[in-house]
């Protein structure tokens, strides 16, 4: 796998991440195929969903938790499926004793048909978790008010969606995501909508921290080679928006501005 080149990785609260991208765990194949698109992609965290798999002692010990102890990538818990602040808060403090971490991915669901979050209720139920001690990453809209409020309350990083869960559209809001980005400065990571590297290459070159992946992955007809591109999209995303892009202009410009004179600075 490609090394993120000169890249440092990026922190959350206080924690330094070398990859960029962080992989769902739902929706794959088999168990083989999830555990070769971790292995090759080599995420920063992998969600897990505690109402979807159960907390009961028997199915802890399944063979999906093996297989995440086993592959050594710290696991992110979600709140998926949840509907109501008390709902979240209870499923949180289980999350926090099965999987011994404080960090929570919040999903808090108001509309089942778009999967939208609860955004009259999502900063309220963020300050409650955070000052419970857990490191909160509130899946939200892209609404610069709602995610300005959750920095206010303690959020020390956000994750605005592209578009709804699961659909594969790509950012379908490019100007309000990049004025979030340029007016919230704490680390934002993109939650939902991708479905192309291009996508997650595209919000990695307007300066967002992060990428989180997982039906454009697990759905893909081949998840683990998916995996490795969406990798490698995200490291060269970040890459480009470091380097600078050049400004985009509506007339066209000839590359050879002098004929017989190929460098610029030439007399």
Not at 51 to 60: D, K, L, T, V
Not at 87 to 107: G, P, S
Not at 183 to 212: C, F, K, N
Request: glycine share 8%; charged share 15%; net charge negative.
């Amino acid at each position: 796998m490609m090394s993120n080149l000169n890249d440092s990785g990026f922190t959350l609260y206080g924690q330094t991440f070398s990859s960029r991208l962080l992989l769902g765990t739902s929706r794959y194949p088999s168990p083989q195929i999830l555990e070769d698109a971790i292995q090759i992609a080599q995420p920063a965290m992998v969600t897990a969903s505690l109402r979807r798999q159960g907390a009961n002692p028997s199915e802890i010990s399944s063979g999906f938790w093996d297989l995440l102890k086993k592959l050594h990538i710290p696991v992110l818990p979600n709140t998926a499926g949840c509907h109501r602040p008390e709902e979240v808060i209870q499923i949180a403090h289980m999350a926090r004793e099965v999987f011994n971490t404080d960090w929570l991915k919040l999903e808090l669901i108001g509309d089942d048909y778009t999967l939208q979050p609860d955004t009259l209720n999502l900063v309220e139920t963020a300050k409650i978790l955070i000052k419970d001690g857990f490191k909160v990453l509130p899946y939200c809209t892209e609404d610069l008010v709602v995610c300005q409020r959750l920095v206010d309350v303690g959020c020390e990083a956000i994750m605005p969606w592209a578009a709804p869960i699961g659909t594969g559209m790509g950012p379908s809001n490019p100007y309000a995501l990049q004025i979030l980005r340029e007016r919230i400065q704490v680390p934002m990571i993109v939650d939902a909508g991708l479905g192309l590297p291009s996508h997650a290459t595209q919000v990695m070159e307007w300066g967002y921290d992060g990428v989180l992946l997982n039906t454009a992955v697990a759905l893909a007809q081949n998840p683990t080679q998916m995996a490795q591109a969406f990798s490698l999209a995200v490291i060269a995303g970040r890459q480009a928006f470091h380097a600078g892009a050049m400004p985009a202009n509506h007339i066209a410009q000839p590359s050879t501005p002098t004929l017989g004179t190929p460098f610029w600075h030439q007399s």
